[in-house]
């Protein structure tokens, strides 16, 4: 059997990693590839750990279940359809839906986290950083919390400064030298995104030889 290629992608929050990859799946059809987001993967609110004024901070690696998340790769590796609950960001006002991850010459995993859980690091393929200057990234965070989850300012800010900085200079800069590729997102993607765009489609074209090879 054809083991698909796999291509992760991390960098800190608001650096451009949702935006990148929905631009670069618009680029292919279904079961060209596969993406699955460590997003789908948070622990239950209740299961997050709190910081010391008792706000749960949902940017440690912890918050995330690797395990899962590593069993669920493993299944679509071996063309597996893996069906599970979307994470809803604890907003009881959007009913779930049913994801579908199916199987596909190239899967994407993507999230804060995806290179520093060794067992998820060791199944990658191909490492790409997306990078952006931290004033960036936290005017992009402001936007998204305030217009998509409606946070206040005051606590995205709060955030941002004891729980998504941190966890950024603790758990996934240090990566940025372990990437294959390096993405700077500080004005736009355009150069990083075509160079990647081809590079999975060359690896969907070779997927495509060996299976008929094998028939």
């Given at each position: 059997?054809?083991?698909?290629?796999?291509?992760?992608?991390?960098?800190g929050?608001?650096?451009?990693?949702?935006?990148?990859?929905?631009?670069l799946?618009d680029?292919?059809?279904?079961?060209?590839?596969?993406?699955?987001s460590?997003?789908?993967?948070?622990?239950?609110?209740?299961?997050q750990k709190?910081?010391?004024?008792?706000?749960?901070?949902?940017?440690?690696?912890?918050?995330?279940d690797?395990?899962?998340?590593?069993?669920?790769?493993?299944?679509?590796?071996k063309?597996?359809?893996?069906?599970?609950e979307?994470?809803?960001?604890?907003?009881?006002?959007?009913?779930a839906?049913?994801?579908?991850?199916?199987?596909?010459?190239v899967i994407i995993?993507?999230g804060?986290?995806?290179?520093?859980?060794?067992?998820?690091?060791n199944?990658?393929?191909?490492?790409?950083f997306?990078?952006a200057?931290?004033?960036?990234?936290?005017?992009r965070?402001?936007?998204?919390?305030?217009?998509?989850?409606?946070?206040?300012?005051?606590?995205?800010?709060?955030?941002?400064?004891?729980?998504?900085?941190?966890?950024?200079?603790?758990?996934?800069?240090p990566?940025?030298?372990?990437?294959?590729i390096?993405?700077?997102?500080?004005?736009?993607f355009?150069?990083?995104l075509?160079?990647?765009?081809?590079?999975?489609?060359?690896?969907?074209?070779?997927?495509?030889?060996?299976?008929?090879?094998?028939n």
């Amino acid at each position: 059997m054809y083991r698909p290629f796999i291509i992760g992608i991390t960098g800190g929050s608001g650096s451009g990693k949702t935006t990148f990859i929905r631009r670069l799946r618009d680029n292919f059809k279904d079961r060209e590839i596969c993406i699955i987001s460590q997003d789908e993967y948070y622990r239950p609110r209740e299961q997050q750990k709190s910081d010391d004024i008792g706000i749960k901070n949902f940017d440690l690696p912890f918050a995330i279940d690797h395990q899962q998340f590593v069993r669920d790769l493993k299944r679509v590796i071996k063309g597996e359809i893996v069906r599970k609950e979307e994470y809803t960001f604890n907003n009881e006002e959007k009913d779930a839906d049913i994801i579908e991850y199916y199987p596909a010459p190239v899967i994407i995993i993507e999230g804060l986290f995806v290179f520093y859980d060794e067992a998820i690091r060791n199944l990658i393929d191909l490492k790409v950083f997306i990078y952006a200057k931290e004033n960036l990234k936290v005017i992009r965070r402001i936007k998204r919390d305030q217009l998509e989850r409606n946070y206040p300012l005051e606590d995205v800010l709060y955030r941002y400064e004891n729980h998504v900085l941190p966890s950024y200079e603790n758990y996934i800069k240090p990566f940025i030298h372990e990437a294959d590729i390096v993405i700077n997102n500080n004005r736009n993607f355009e150069r990083g995104l075509d160079m990647i765009k081809g590079y999975v489609q060359y690896k969907i074209d070779q997927a495509k030889v060996k299976v008929g090879e094998q028939n």
